[in-house]
C-alpha cells in the first residue's frame, strides 16, 4: 500500500504546482468516490468477506470525514499561498522546497490516519486470502516487470520525457525551448529509477507478507505501521538515495521552469491553481 502510495505522491510532486492533479474539473468526483476506488484497489488483491467489506467502508467513511474536515482546509490554505507566489513571482527555489515539503507532510498524516483501518482489514484476512494476496501480488509484480524493464531503455527514456512534457504544457501552456532543454536534461539525470522502485516495492511486499504470517502475534500492529508510515525502512539505502535525490532534482526542476516562464504561462498557471482551490473550497463534508 505505502510504496504505491508515495510513489503517487511523489509523481504529483514532480512539479509541485503543475501535476498536482490530473485535472480541475473533476476534482469534486475524484473526492467523492474515493472511497470506492480504495474499495476497488484492495478487492484487486483479496476477494473480501461482506463483513470485511462493510467494515472497510464504515472505515473509509470515517477517513474520508476526517480528511474533508481537517485536510482539505489545510490544503486550500496551501494553493492559495502557492497561487499567490506564482502570480507575484515569489515563488522562489526555497519557496517550492517549503511547499514540497508542506505536501510530504499532509501525505505523512494521512498514512497514519489510514493505519488503524489498514491493520484492522490485514489481522481480518484468513489463510486463503493471504494466499491469494500473495499470488496477487507475484503476478502484479510480473505484469509491472514485463511492462516496464523489458521496453528499450531509450525508448522508455523517451516516453517518460514526453509524459513530463504533456503534464508540464497542461499547467504553463506552450513551453519554449528553455523548459523543453530543462526537462530533458532532468530526464537524462534520473537513471535507472525505475529497476530500484520495483526492486524495494518487492521487498516492501515480502515484508507484509511476513508480517501476516504472524499476524496474531502482539507486535503486529507496530509492524504494519513501520511499513505504511515508514516503508524505506525495508525497501533499503538505494531506494531511500534515488527518493531523496528525485525530491531534490523535482525542487530544482519547479524552480528553473518557474524561472523561465513568462508572463503568459503564469496567467495560464495561475488561473489552474485558482480553479483547484476553487474546486477543493466547494467541497462540503457529509
Known amino acids: 500500500m505505502a510504496p504505491g502510495f508515495r510513489r503517487a505522491a511523489g509523481a504529483g510532486a514532480i512539479f509541485l504546482l503543475l501535476v498536482i492533479l490530473a485535472g480541475c474539473s473533476s476534482t469534486r468526483l475524484a473526492y467523492r468516490y474515493a472511497d470506492w476506488g480504495i474499495v476497488w484497489w484492495v478487492e484487486d488483491y483479496v476477494t473480501l468477506s461482506s463483513a470485511q467489506r462493510g467494515q472497510l467502508e464504515r472505515d473509509i ?8 474536515r481537517e485536510e482539505l482546509p489545510r490544503y486550500s490554505r496551501w494553493l492559495t499561498d502557492l497561487e499567490t507566489g506564482v502570480a507575484t513571482g515569489a515563488l522562489n527555489h526555497s519557496k517550492i522546497a517549503r511547499h514540497q515539503a508542506e505536501l ?5 498524516s494521512l498514512l497514519v490516519a489510514v493505519t488503524p483501518a489498514a491493520v484492522s482489514l490485514l489481522a481480518s484476512l484468513n489463510d486463503s486470502q493471504i494466499e491469494e494476496l500473495t499470488q496477487s501480488m507475484a503476478e502484479d509484480q510480473r505484469e509491472k516487470e514485463q511492462e516496464y524493464l523489458n521496453p528499450d531503455p531509450r525508448k522508455q527514456r523517451l516516453a517518460r520525457a514526453e509524459r513530463v512534457r504533456e503534464r508540464a504544457e497542461k499547467r504553463l501552456g506552450n513551453l519554449n525551448n528553455p523548459q523543453r532543454q530543462l526537462i530533458a536534461t532532468w530526464n537524462r539525470e534520473r537513471g535507472d529509477q525505475t529497476r530500484v522502485w520495483l526492486e524495494s516495492r518487492e521487498r516492501w511486499q515480502a515484508a507484509l507478507l511476513e508480517a501476516l504470517a504472524d499476524r496474531k502475534s502482539a507486535g503486529f500492529t507496530d509492524r504494519i505501521e513501520g511499513l505504511i508510515q515508514s516503508p524505506g525502512n525495508v525497501m533499503g539505502a538505494p531506494y531511500r538515495a534515488m527518493a531523496a535525490d528525485s525530491r531534490a532534482a523535482l525542487t530544482d526542476l519547479a524552480a528553473d521552469l518557474l524561472a523561465t516562464a513568462d508572463r503568459e504561462q503564469r496567467r495560464h498557471l495561475t488561473g489552474q491553481l485558482a480553479e483547484l482551490r476553487r474546486d477543493f473550497n466547494a467541497l462540503s463534508c457529509r
Do not use: A, G, T, V
Not at 467513511?61 to 474533508?68: G, M, N, S, T
Not at 510530504?104 to 505523512?108: A, C, V
Open 104 to 108: 510530504f507532510q499532509r501525505l505523512d
Open 61 to 68: 467513511d470515517e477517513l474520508l470525514q476526517w480528511h474533508c
